[in-house]
Antibody, heavy 123, light 108 residues
Framework: EVQLVESGGGLVKPGGSLRLSCAAS????????MTWVRQAPGKGLEWVGR??????????DYAAPVKGSFTISRDDSKNTLYLQMNSLKTEDTAVYYCTTVGGVGSSPHFDYWGQGTLVTVSS | EIVLTQSPGTLSLSPGERATLSCRASQSVSSSYVSWYQQKPGQAPRLLIY???SRATGIPDRFSGSGSGTDFTLTISRLEPEDFAVYHCQQYGSSSYTFGQGTKLEIK
């Protein structure tokens, strides 16, 4: 059974930093492309960024609002995905989900989701 | 960036009725790159449809997706009580993904 478990959320002041983790199990993490998606309170879903498998280059892409502030990385030895968030703003307040990317190369979609972790940016 | 606009914002229907949800893109999108998700309160989204019309594993056949170009549709043929939720469409293009703002399907 695929499981994705996010952690590391909490309350942080504007301008602060936070690192989220996503522990993966039930599939071959090394081969997986992974993403982060966020959802502000009462709002829709917003893609944050994606990391490819190391086999496919391990490169990252980010949404414009977080580019330069957020960094996605992975530790395949620990089956864990990370999201380093710097220079946080109040508008970064959201539930952050990690997801797997299915259909790579044909019809990419987010097939498995974690339960999410809440990040609150407030003074 | 491709913008997805979902309509209606809220859809009020009764169990047993047919639901038709729309997702319109600001420019043409490959149908291979359109997905739909269902989200219930307090839960993570769940994949329903990918490639515009392929049902994800375990999704009942009352859910179907269609469309091409800029217009895509999610149809629920006969609403069950558990289908009342928020539905999100999504597209992939130019190494990025965007979501629509969501359609809330509520019980009439």
């Amino acid at each position: 059974e695929v499981q994705l478990v996010e952690s590391g959320g909490g309350l942080v002041k504007p301008g602060g930093s936070l690192r989220l983790s996503c522990a993966a199990s039930g599939f071959t993490f090394t081969n997986a492309w992974m993403t982060w998606v966020r959802q502000a309170p009462g709002k829709g879903l917003e893609w944050v960024g994606r990391i490819k498998s190391k086999t496919d280059g391990g490169t990252t892409d980010y949404a414009a609002p977080v580019k330069g502030s957020f960094t996605i990385s992975r530790d395949d030895s620990k089956n864990t995905l990370y999201l380093q968030m710097n220079s946080l703003k109040t508008e970064d307040t959201a539930v952050y989900y990690c997801t797997t990317v299915g259909g790579v190369g044909s019809s990419p979609h987010f097939d498995y989701w974690g339960q999410g972790t809440l990040v609150t940016v407030s003074s | 960036e491709i913008v997805l606009t979902q309509s209606p914002g809220t859809l009020s229907l009764s169990p047993g009725e047919r639901a038709t949800l729309s997702c319109r893109a600001s420019q043409s999108v490959s149908s291979s790159y359109v997905s739909w998700y269902q989200q219930k309160p307090g839960q993570a989204p769940r994949l329903l449809i990918y490639g515009a019309s392929s049902r994800a594993t375990g999704i009942p056949d009352r859910f179907s997706g269609s469309g091409s170009g800029t217009d895509f549709t999610l149809t629920i043929s006969r609403l069950e009580p558990e289908d009342f939720a928020v539905y999100h469409c999504q597209q992939y293009g130019s190494s990025s993904y965007t979501f629509g703002q969501g359609t809330k399907l509520e019980i009439k």
